[in-house]
């Protein structure tokens, strides 16, 4: 019989904000004989504005170089964004992730530091990495199998990813020592998502780290979704209109492609001229046509698969600049996506300047708009905006659709809880704003009688594991 195992787990990001996200667990080793185990679950960039922005540039709280694994939950920016800063920093250890998050972080670490050296032109601002850290990262970079068993060296404890359902290879961690189990969400999907499996309910947890971005909200039904996107086509298609769908390029965008493929198939809307106008989402969308077993069985039909789920007649994919110009030209009624989400920059800017004065015009807003982005004074009705250097008046409708959001809303995230509730001792409400995160944590101790807090940044907790 071993000595009782304890372990140390710190909040070193994602701690009381939503972005960021780094969790650093300390196993402390079973025998006196034994290593303690030094593991990392994400490292993301910090976004939304100066103040935030402004922690990217610290120095990590740790010395890189003791870690031992980085297991990476998805290619969200917010969680694998400081990864090459962290390499640059003297990490020295293996990461580990599914196989298709270590294909599309390693588009997003490149976009990313291609929006960097825009910024720094302009600001002065040192770049946080270079190309070739990505490289060193990629090169350093393992992948692993949702609910394959993963030993952690010879500490006694197993690492078993778990489908998430939140983007294409997005993973939850379980760590379970001597039949004592923690289980680190990442971002939880909305499940049912129209691509993906539902996400999986671990059972046996005594320990959860959680994501709260919708602690407080509550989204709109899945099921009316669709029929909500249909309407907007079809009435601004019936205006001779353009409809701009400012898309998010993992996960929103495939699924938009996805439900547009299925309407026109099926004659539920105009075969008007659709353009994916984003060559990072145009990239990603590639990468989800080679991970095809990572989708549900609806999607999985054989049939549908052949004739290409994000494919039909009239979508154009523009890559180059030129082309991307050429669109506001091109007369006549269309849909346009175009990235980034919250119109804080990327292509949809360009043709929000072009067409929102015009009455005929649709903006369909699908994900969060962050305080501070051009996309929330959108949605809270702006009559005018600023967009790059000009005064737009807004004549344009706008319309936003919640249910498309790649994350679970409050009551869901009670429910994801309450399926864990039996073995649970200790819930840590994370990847919240505070607001949503205490609101979250109250209701899992009033509801659901369960010891739950928020984690203050650099915080630590022991725990029995
Ligand atoms: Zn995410």
């Given amino acids: 019989m071993t000595a009782k195992a304890q372990s140390t787990l710190t909040f070193h990001g994602g701690a009381g904000a939503v972005t960021g996200a780094n969790f650093l667990l300390e196993l402390k080793p079973a025998s006196s004989a034994g290593k303690p185990i030094r593991l990392l679950v994400d490292c993301g960039l910090y976004q939304g504005g100066k103040v935030f922005e402004d922690q990217n540039h610290e120095p990590f709280p740790y010395d890189p170089a003791t870690i031992d694994y980085l297991f990476v939950t998805h290619a969200h920016l917010d969680h694998v964004g400081r990864i090459p800063s962290l390499v640059r920093a003297g990490f020295r250890g293996t990461i580990y992730s599914t196989p298709p998050t270590k294909e599309i972080a390693g ?60 983007i294409l290879g997005s993973a939850m961690y379980e760590i379970v020592r001597n039949d004592r189990r923690l289980l680190f969400t990442g971002d939880l999907g909305s499940s049912p998502s129209p691509l993906l499996h539902d996400t999986e309910i671990v059972k046996g947890i005594n320990y959860l ?3 709260s971005v919708y602690g407080d909200r509550e989204h709109d039904q899945q099921t009316t979704r669709r029929d909500r996107l249909e309407d907007v086509i079809e009435n601004t298609m019936k205006q001779d209109g353009v409809l701009l769908i400012p898309a998010f390029s993992i996960e929103r965008t495939q699924e938009l492609l996805y ?79 175009a990235g980034s989400g919250m119109s804080n920059g990327g292509r949809i800017i360009h043709h929000e300047k072009h067409f929102l004065s015009n009455p005929s015009t649709a903006l369909l807003l699908i994900g969060y708009q962050a305080a501070g982005s051009l996309g929330r004074l959108l949605e809270e009705g702006a009559k005018e905006v600023t967009i790059l250097g000009a005064r737009i008046p807004v004549k344009a409708k706008v319309f936003s659709i919640s249910g498309y959001s790649a994350h679970r809303d409050g009551p869901h995230l009670l429910d994801f809880v309450h399926e864990l509730s039996e073995s649970l001792e200790m819930v840590y409400a994370t990847m919240g704003e505070p607001k949503s995160s205490f609101f979250l944590a109250q209701r899992i101790r009033d509801y659901l009688g369960i010891r739950a807090s928020v984690p203050r940044l650099g915080e630590s907790a022991t725990l029995d594991l």
């Fill in 259 to 337: 439900e547009l493929e299925h309407m026109t198939a099926e004659g539920r809307i105009p075969p008007v001229p659709v353009y994916l106008d984003s060559p990072l989402a145009i990239k990603v969308t590639e990468i989800y046509k080679h991970f095809q077993t990572y989708f549900n069985s609806t999607v999985a039909d054989p049939d549908r698969l052949r004739d290409g789920i994000f494919n039909f007649p009239n979508l154009h994919k523009t890559l180059t600049t030129e082309e991307s110009r050429a669109i506001a030209g091109t007369p006549g009624r269309k849909i346009i996506i």
């Fill in 107 to 166: 588009l997003m670490l490149e976009d990313s530091l291609g929006v960097m050296g825009k910024e720094s032109r302009g600001s002065g601002k040192p770049l946080l990495y270079e190309s070739a850290d990505i490289a060193t990262a990629l090169a350093r970079w393992q992948t692993i199998e949702y609910r394959k068993p993963f030993p952690l060296a010879d500490s006694g404890a197993t690492l078993i990813p778990h489908d998430a359902g939140h």
């Fill in 209 to 211: 780290v959680m994501e």
